[in-house]
């Protein structure tokens, strides 16, 4: 792989994927430009760090036994790059999850993919954690809305 994926941020986290614990990269060069966006440092594709191959895997070692997915918070736009990543990730056995902007990704990074999420950021409509929100969480194994699990008070399921 040409190392050409870069990111802004590496972070460990709890909310991207409820009952998760995740390791979240965002990658740098979003091209969507959502009035409002979090991340909207990372619109630069220059901007950050190379996320190589080697520093990924170093990073996964790093977390192992700690960490149950990896995040990627943007990089579909470079979805070749991007699977490269999904298949080590896989492979040492982690869920993991796409936050994209588009409505829809390619079809080839879906087998690579636990959870995606989908849809612009419109601040009228809030995010995951709002009624209103035009986004959706879904886990793509089973093609589940898992948007409620974000909501406070949920109560669709026991989620022991």
């Known amino acids: 792989m040409a190392a050409s994926l870069r ?3 590496e972070q460990v986290v709890w909310q991207e994927v409820p009952g998760e614990v995740s390791l979240a990269f965002t990658i740098a060069g979003c091209p969507l430009r959502c009035k409002g966006c979090h991340s909207s440092a990372a619109r630069n594709p220059s901007a950050g760090q190379l996320l190589t191959q080697e ?3 170093a990073r996964l070692n790093q977390y192992k036994g700690l960490i149950s997915c990896v995040v990627f918070l943007g990089g579909e736009w470079l979805p070749a790059e991007l699977i490269v990543l999904l298949r ?8 993991t ?3 994209t902007g588009f409505e829809s990704i390619t079809p080839n990074l879906l087998p690579y993919i636990t959870y995606l999420k989908t849809g612009p950021w419109v601040a009228e409509l809030g995010g995951l ?3 209103t929100t035009n986004q959706r969480f879904i ?7 898992l948007n409620y699990k974000f909501l406070k008070n949920h109560n669709h399921h026991n989620n022991l």
């Open 7 to 9: 990111f802004t941020t």
């Open 55 to 57: 520093y990924f895997l």
């Open 88 to 95: 080590i990730a896989c492979e040492q056995q982690l869920k």
């Open 97 to 99: 999850c796409l936050y």
């Open 129 to 131: 954690n709002s009624p």
């Open 139 to 145: 886990d793509v194994r089973t093609q589940e809305n």
